[in-house]
T-cell receptor, first 114, second 114 residues
Framework: GAGVSQTPSNKVTEKGKYVELRCDPI?????LYWYRQSLGQGPEFLIY????????DSGLPNDRFFAVRPEGSVSTLKIQRTERGDSAVYLC????????????FGPGTRLTVT | GDSVTQMEGPVTLSEEAFLTINCTYT??????LFWYVQYPGEGLQLLLK?????DKGSNKGFEATYRKETTSFHLEKGSVQVSDSAVYFC?????????????FGTGTLLAVQP
C-alpha cells in the first residue's frame, strides 16, 4: 500500500516568507508526527496529532511554527516569517496509534531559507 | 530529560566484518527502543525494535538486545555487506506519558568497503 507522502520534496524560500509543508499519512493511521532533522543530527520531535487534535506540541520551537490536521488525515506544517535557522529536512511520520509505537516515515521536505 | 547517546561515526569496515554500534539511553520510565536506518537518498526506515527489558530485536541479520541494567541497546551484525552502508539511528519512545514521540540519537554513518 501507499506509504507516507510529503510535498513538496524541496522548498527554497526567502527569509521572512511564509511556507506550508504537507503530509499525507498512511490511510487509517490515527497518529501523526512532525520532526525536524538538521544536517548531521537525528530527527527532533515537533508535534504529535491524535486524530484532529494536537496532543503534544511541546517540540515546536516558537510561535512561528504551527500545524493543523483538520480532518484527521492530511496535516500541514506552517512556518511564518521564516529564518535561515529554519533550514532543515522536515519529516512526517504516521502510526496506527493505540499501543503501537511503530512510526512510518515519509521522505521529508528539504526546506532552504535564503 | 530523556535522551539517547550513540557512538560517533563514521564507522568504516570491510565487507564481512563484525559490526557494533553502541547506544545508551536515559529515560525516566520504561521506554521502547528502536534502530532506524537511513540509506543514501531514502527516508528513515525501522530496522528493529524491542519493547521491554531483555527483548532482542532482529532483522536483516542485525540484532540488538534491550539491556535495562546497562541502559543500552547496541546494534550488532556478524557480517556486514556493502549494501549496509547507511546512517543508523538509535531511538526511544514511550518512556512516560502517551505521546510516543521518538527521541533519536545523532546517528552513526556506516561505510562498508568491498
Amino acid at each position: 500500500g501507499a506509504g507516507v507522502s510529503q510535498t513538496p520534496s524541496n522548498k527554497v524560500t526567502e527569509k521572512g516568507k511564509y511556507v506550508e509543508l504537507r503530509c499525507d499519512p498512511i490511510s487509517g493511521h490515527t497518529a501523526l508526527y512532525w520532526y525536524r532533522q538538521s544536517l548531521g543530527q537525528g530527527p527532533e520531535f515537533l508535534i504529535y496529532f491524535q486524530g484532529t487534535g494536537a496532543a503534544d506540541d511541546s517540540g515546536l520551537p516558537n510561535d512561528r511554527f504551527f500545524a493543523v490536521r483538520p480532518e484527521g488525515s492530511v496535516s500541514t506544517l506552517k512556518i511564518q516569517r521564516t529564518e535561515r535557522g529554519d533550514s532543515a529536512v522536515y519529516l512526517c511520520a504516521s502510526s496506527p496509534g493505540g499501543s503501537s509505537y511503530e512510526q512510518y516515515f515519509g521522505p521529508g521536505t528539504r526546506l532552504t531559507v535564503t | 530529560g530523556d535522551s539517547v547517546t550513540q557512538m560517533e561515526g563514521p564507522v568504516t569496515l570491510s565487507e564481512e566484518a563484525f559490526l557494533t554500534i553502541n547506544c545508551t539511553y536515559t529515560a525516566t520510565g520504561y521506554p521502547s527502543l528502536f534502530w532506524y536506518v537511513q540509506y543514501p537518498g531514502e527516508g528513515l526506515q525501522l530496522l528493529l525494535k524491542a519493547t521491554k527489558a531483555d527483548d532482542k530485536g532482529s532483522n536483516k541479520g542485525f540484532e540488538a538486545t534491550y539491556r535495562k541494567e546497562t541502559t543500552s541497546f547496541h546494534l550488532e551484525k556478524g557480517s556486514v555487506q556493502v549494501s549496509d552502508s547507511a546512517v543508523y539511528f538509535c531511538a526511544l519512545s514511550g518512556a512516560g506519558g502517551a505521546t510516543n514521540k521518538l527521541i533519536f540519537g545523532t546517528g552513526t554513518l556506516l561505510a562498508v568497503q568491498p
